[in-house]
């Protein structure tokens, strides 16, 4: 849509949490248009969902019900780029990898709005609707070689890789920091 350019946590919760009736744009904000809200996002098997539903609804699996849920996010693109008063999310990839067709919100948590990119995803400014992602090794499987040899991989090689599918990769600092850990074992 061409009238919302930030959200707040609040108007968020209002929007998708169980229950909710909002079904127009002005009963989110008075100033916006009379038009009723489509809703997108990812089906109840996504760790997205969880992740969305816990930091803006309180619970992990609270939403509304009434939506356009669907695992796949290239069907969430096309419904939402489609209605000019939809509102969906999904991860920043998909945004990235269809820019051409989104218009990307801003997020106010209370500090002011604040969008999403690299530097606010890594810094953790986007908050709450970014999160780490993470990898575990148990600290005696770092004897085998070939446990060493993938955190390695994925130590010298993840940034990169992230990048290519639309993540955000860690700092070159955490990567170098992660990859000292795992030789001082």
């Given at each position: 849509?061409?009238?919302?350019?930030c959200l707040t946590t609040g108007e968020l919760k209002?929007?998708?949490?169980?229950?909710?009736?909002?079904?127009?744009?002005?009963?989110?904000?008075?100033?916006?248009?009379?038009?009723?809200?489509?809703?997108?996002?990812?089906?109840?098997?996504?760790?997205?969902?969880?992740?969305?539903?816990?930091?803006?609804?309180?619970?992990?699996?609270?939403?509304?019900?009434?939506?356009?849920?669907?695992?796949?996010?290239?069907?969430?693109?096309?419904?939402?780029?489609?209605?000019?008063?939809?509102?969906?999310?999904?991860?920043?990839?998909?945004?990235?990898?269809?820019?051409?067709?989104?218009?990307?919100?801003?997020?106010?948590?209370?500090?002011?709005?604040?969008?999403?990119d690299t530097t606010t995803i890594n810094d953790g400014?986007?908050?709450?609707?970014?999160?780490?992602?993470?990898?575990?090794?148990?600290?005696?499987?770092?004897?085998?070689?070939?446990?060493?040899?993938?955190?390695?991989?994925?130590?010298?090689?993840?940034?990169?890789?992230?990048?290519e599918v639309g993540y955000v990769a860690l700092s070159?600092?955490?990567?170098?920091?992660?990859?000292?850990?795992?030789?001082?074992?």
């Amino acid at each position: 849509n061409d009238f919302v350019d930030c959200l707040t946590t609040g108007e968020l919760k209002l929007i998708w949490d169980a229950g909710s009736t909002v079904d127009n744009w002005n009963q989110v904000r008075s100033d916006f248009p009379d038009k009723k809200i489509r809703l997108y996002g990812p089906d109840t098997d996504s760790g997205t969902f969880d992740y969305f539903t816990d930091e803006i609804n309180g619970e992990e699996d609270r939403s509304r019900s009434d939506y356009t849920a669907s695992a796949d996010d290239n069907t969430l693109v096309q419904g939402i780029a489609g209605d000019g008063g939809s509102i969906g999310y999904f991860g920043y990839a998909y945004y990235v990898e269809n820019s051409d067709k989104l218009k990307l919100l801003a997020v106010d948590s209370g500090s002011g709005c604040i969008s999403p990119d690299t530097t606010t995803i890594n810094d953790g400014t986007y908050s709450p609707l970014s999160r780490s992602m993470f990898i575990y090794a148990n600290t005696a499987s770092i004897d085998r070689p070939e446990v060493k040899n993938f955190l390695e991989f994925f130590m010298n090689e993840g940034g990169t890789l992230a990048e290519e599918v639309g993540y955000v990769a860690l700092s070159d600092a955490d990567y170098q920091s992660n990859i000292e850990l795992i030789n001082a074992k």
